[in-house]
Nanobody
Framework: VQLQASGGGLVQAGGYLRLSCRAS????????MAWHRQAPGNQRAFVAE???????TYADSVKGRFTISRDYAQNTVYLQMNNLKPEDTAVYYC?????????????WGKGTLVTVSS
């Protein structure tokens, strides 16, 4: 499975961006797709997740500002980021979990950089 993320860029505080991540290749059941981020000097952190049949989860720091959604036909997950803050600056990584009959496979994309200027 390959995950290709796009949509990052430079935006002023208060602005918005929409990230996309498309899964390609062979998989059984991409039960979960999620976004994580890693700011300079920090560990990678959870941002949001969408689980098929179960709903969405968000980190407290992005609740009310970010929305995760998914196009199941296109195997694509989106992250709409509104009211961006300088502390949202990070490399954003897409993650997908393939629930196979005998194992669970975890895939990560290469990341897309989001820079929010003050």
């Amino acid at each position: 499975v390959q995950l290709q993320a796009s949509g990052g860029g430079l935006v002023q505080a208060g602005g918005y961006l929409r990230l996309s991540c498309r899964a390609s290749g062979r998989f059984f059941n991409l039960k979960s797709m999620a976004w994580h981020r890693q700011a300079p000097g920090n560990q990678r952190a959870f941002v949001a997740e969408i689980v098929s049949g179960e709903g969405t989860t968000y980190a407290d720091s992005v609740k009310g500002r970010f929305t995760i959604s998914r196009d199941y036909a296109q195997n694509t997950v989106y992250l709409q980021m509104n009211n961006l803050k300088p502390e949202d600056t990070a490399v954003y990584y897409c993650r997908a979990i393939d629930e196979q009959p005998l194992q669970r496979m975890d895939y990560w994309g290469k990341g897309t950089l989001v820079t929010v200027s003050s």
